[in-house]
């Protein structure tokens, strides 16, 4: 085996408000290296007008830091892989510009990654742990989605079930802004949680048919009760913070679980994985694992750097993407909306 050249593929991630570059050699990471926009912080949500300027400014200096830290010259890699889609078109640009013209420089194959299907494939790193078997369920929770995926293959992946309206991120992040909480608020209502108690406040649950998600009423719901609890006392949101931290997460996890429970026993699926940056979250976390002893399901949970955007996770779809015979297109353009099945 030690005579089969191994692939060795720079991975390019920037669809949202992250510019992010790592290589991998075959299925392992040598580099993985994130620059997070924190210009956005002062608008309360990413701008993406300054998300594809700060792009520009980090696409060079990320993309370096990734081959140095792996100690790979670019004339050793074997393909770029970029995040052609879905995201903010102008974010797209930066880094699938770039992505091709280097691989066009280079000679070596530009190919193009769905960022949704690189979140599910990030359980593909070889970091020790197993991956999931086909099929498997994978619940992917990002800022800009919420899906259950059935996946069949690493190239066939089947929606059994998403958000009509707001993504389980965005739910996160729209309640912390109202509780004054900086942007993103994901990390922060979940840290504060840990220390309150999750049924002190209830807020409703969406009935929407099928197994797709709705958020939208849950935000109108939050944002109610806190101006009704305002009007008899102004420090309200300051005095029980951790609460309703802890009352609003525990909310968002029971709309993604119940779904969750039931596309699995209908599919007769007993190999669970999360997906996407929500997957961070401590409290889901949990629940999957409290589920799983449960269930009898087996549980897949990315590390926490392969949660939220990052560049290993374009890597390995690329790596995979060779594997099965890509040869990479030039010529396609990026695209801020693009179906996973
Ligand atoms: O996958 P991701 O990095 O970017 C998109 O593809 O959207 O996900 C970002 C989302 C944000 O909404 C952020 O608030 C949320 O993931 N997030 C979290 C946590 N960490 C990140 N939400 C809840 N709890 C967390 N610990
Ligand atoms: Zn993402």
């Not at 797209?92 to 000679?107: E, P």
């Not at 709309?255 to 997957?279: D, F, P, Y």
Request: charged share 20%.
């Amino acid at each position: 085996m030690d005579d089969i050249e191994p692939f060795i593929v720079l991975g390019i991630e920037s669809s949202c408000d992250d510019t992010a570059a790592a290589v991998i050699k075959n299925d392992k990471i040598l580099s993985n290296v994130t620059s997070t926009q924190t210009i956005h912080e002062a608008y309360g949500g990413v701008v993406p007008e300054l998300a594809s300027r700060a792009h520009q400014k980090s696409i060079i200096p990320v993309v370096d830091a990734a081959l140095k830290k792996a100690n790979i010259s670019p004339r050793e890699l074997s393909a770029i892989a970029y995040t052609r889609g879905p995201g903010l078109l102008g974010s797209l640009l930066v880094g699938s510009s770039f992505a091709k013209s280097m691989a066009q420089s280079l000679d070596i194959p530009a190919l193009p990654i769905h960022h949704m299907k690189a979140h599910v494939l990030a359980h593909f790193i070889d970091d020790g742990s197993p991956a999931p078997p086909f099929p498997f369920l994978c619940l992917t929770v990002s800022g800009g989605h919420t899906q259950l995926l059935r996946v069949d293959a690493t190239d066939s992946f089947h929606i059994l079930g998403e958000t009509i309206d707001d993504a389980a991120g965005e739910a996160f992040d729209k309640a912390a802004k109202m509780m004054g909480l900086p942007y993103p608020g994901g990390p922060e209502v979940d840290s504060l949680a840990e220390k309150g108690n999750p049924l002190s406040h209830t807020f409703t649950r969406p009935k929407v048919d099928g197994h797709n998600f709705s958020f939208s009423g849950l935000k109108t719901n939050i944002l109610n009760y806190i101006e009704k609890n305002r009007r008899k006392d102004p420090d309200f949101v300051e005095k029980n913070i951790e609460d309703l931290c802890a009352s609003v997460r525990y909310t968002i996890i029971e709309i993604l679980m119940k779904e969750l429970i039931e596309v699995a026993n209908e599919q007769n699926l007993e190999h669970i994985a999360l997906a996407g940056g929500v997957s961070a979250n401590i409290g889901l976390r949990r629940a999957l694992e409290e589920k799983a002893v449960e269930l009898g399901w087996t549980t897949y949970i990315p590390r926490i750097e392969y949660c939220t955007d990052n560049g290993s996770m374009i890597a390995i779809a690329g790596y995979l993407a060779l594997l099965s015979g890509e040869k990479g297109q030039i010529n396609l353009a990026a695209t801020a909306r693009w179906k996973i099945d």
